[in-house]
């Protein structure tokens, strides 16, 4: 089964500090792996994303770490805002095929002030 | 440019009724996905439509369908609706790669 399991379930940290979320995949073909943020009565709207020919990708405070031999992959949020508060959702698909992409459960994250 | 625009936002309907919710995806884009979201089973891929053709479909029953028109515009149908029904419905446009999400339909099955 093509799963992608996302860790952990929640988070709390405080301001300032740095929030770190886990997903691993299984289906080798897998090429695109974003992370999607979402908040209360929204969508999910896209975060950053990587390819697997980099193995980390860095957007302002948010950065991707890619490990393709173990099939992993994290978000780390530097410096997390009470504003970074939402829920975070790991995906895997093909970047040609992305309209089916498979979904981590999400986490949800709480950024104390 | 605008987004991707879902209607209605809420729903509420009565188990066996059925639904149907529309999707008007960014200009351009072509594929159109489906996605159901609950609180235990996360966001699950219902079916992607592709330039008016059906092009990946995921484990739900034949009660739920969808459709793309010539404009790209899609909607998902949910026939003999039950209880377990009751979900948020996310629609999302793409060209490649990253997926361009509406803020969903509330379904309420009562």
């Known amino acids: 089964q093509q799963q992608v399991k996302q860790s952990p379930q929640s988070l709390i940290v405080q301001k300032g500090g740095i929030s770190i979320i886990n997903c691993a995949y299984e289906?080798?073909?897998?090429?695109?792996f974003p992370w999607y943020q979402q908040f209360p009565g929204k969508g999910p709207a896209l975060l950053i994303a990587?390819?697997?020919?980099?193995s980390e990708k860095k957007e302002g405070r948010f950065t991707i770490s890619f490990n393709k031999s173990a099939k992993q992959f994290s978000l780390h949020i530097m410096d997390s805002q009470p504003g970074d508060s939402a829920t975070y959702f790991c995906a895997a698909s093909m970047w040609t095929n992305a309209g089916k992409s498979t979904f981590g459960d999400g986490t949800t994250l709480t950024v104390k002030p | 440019k605008a987004g991707v625009t879902q209607t209605p936002r809420y729903l509420i309907k009565t188990r066996g009724q059925q639904v149907t919710l529309s999707c008007s995806p960014i200009s351009g884009h072509r594929s159109v996905s489906w996605y159901q979201q609950t609180p235990g089973q996360g966001l699950q891929f219902l079916f992607e439509y592709f330039s008016e053709t059906q092009r990946n479909k995921g484990n739900f029953p034949g009660r739920f369908s969808g459709r793309q028109f010539s404009n790209s515009r899609s909607e998902m149908n949910v026939s003999t609706l039950e209880l377990g029904d009751s979900a948020l419905y996310l629609c999302?446009?793409?060209?490649?790669?990253?997926?361009?999400f509406g803020n969903g339909t509330r379904l309420t099955v009562t």
């Open positions: 289906n080798t073909a897998f090429d695109y």
């Open positions: 999302a446009s793409s060209l490649d790669g990253p997926l361009h």
């Open positions: 990587i390819r697997p020919d980099v």
